[in-house]
T-cell receptor, first 113, second 113 residues
Framework: EPEVTQTPSHQVTQMGQEVILRCVPI?????FYWYRQILGQKVEFLVS????????KSEIFDDQFSVERPDGSNFTLKIRSTKLEDSAMYFC???????????FGPGTRLTVT | AQSVTQPDIHITVSEGASLELRCNYS??????LFWYVQSPGQGLQLLLK??????LVQGIKGFEAEFKRSQSSFNLRKPSVHWSDAAEYFC???????????FGTGTRLTIIP
């Protein structure tokens, strides 16, 4: 069964450093998402991406964040200058359409020290 | 904006007993409703979904959920839990044309022998 994959599973970085989280969505899916989950809290929407552009973003997704689909398979989330409060689990998700369920990857745990 | 409430933060159930996890949503029209499960250190796995039609939906692992419009609820049930069901359960709502999912705060399920 096809699945969403994410790398790395755990990333440790120092405050102020740039990080790139990578995702490979399911191959025939057209819509891509990033969510985050701060430890002990609920999953929060960050951004949705369709047709090579952002379709919606949350208040969390400020100028420090960017997304890209550099090729036909990868979908990345970049945080330019990480802050302590960026420490969280980041989930990538994909779906073939807005009326279909989203499939989530296993997540990348980002720890900012 | 839509919202999701899971009133039970933590539930403890004996193995073999029945289970019901509560979920209430707030939205003016009929949303798309989902239940996801998250095992420790794992990603989010879709248990079941409701888009339209029969208000009682069956999911994986023996779970079912019932959409009740009059109560704005989508409660998850299982007639007999297994130790492997211990996990965090998230209810989520999506709105047609609005791609993001809004999650509840989750219910942690503990199974005792």
């Amino acid at each position: 069964e096809p699945e969403v994959t994410q790398t790395p599973s755990h990333q440790v970085t120092q405050m102020g450093q740039e990080v790139i989280l990578r995702c490979v969505p399911i191959s025939n899916h057209l819509y891509f998402y990033w969510y985050r989950q701060i430890l002990g809290q609920k999953v929060e929407f960050l951004v949705s991406f369709y047709n090579n552009e952002i379709s919606e973003k949350s208040e969390i997704f400020d100028d420090q964040f960017s997304v890209e689909r550099p090729d036909g398979s990868n979908f990345t989330l970049k945080i330019r200058s990480t802050k302590l409060e960026d420490s969280a689990m980041y989930f990538c998700a994909s779906t073939r359409g807005v009326s279909y369920e989203q499939y989530f990857g296993p997540g990348t745990r980002l720890t900012v020290t | 904006a839509q919202s999701v409430t899971q009133p039970d933060i933590h539930i403890t159930v004996s193995e073999g007993a029945s289970l019901e996890l509560r979920c209430n949503y707030s939205y003016g029209a009929t949303p798309y409703l989902f239940w996801y499960v998250q095992s420790p250190g794992q990603g989010l796995q879709l248990l079941l979904k409701y888009f339209s039609g029969d208000t009682l939906v069956q999911g994986i692992k023996g779970f079912e959920a019932e959409f009740k419009r009059s109560q704005s609820s989508f409660n998850l049930r299982k007639p007999s839990v297994h130790w492997s069901d211990a996990a965090e359960y998230f209810c989520a709502v999506g709105v047609d044309g609005n791609e993001k999912l809004t999650f509840g705060t989750g219910t942690r399920l503990t199974i005792i022998p």
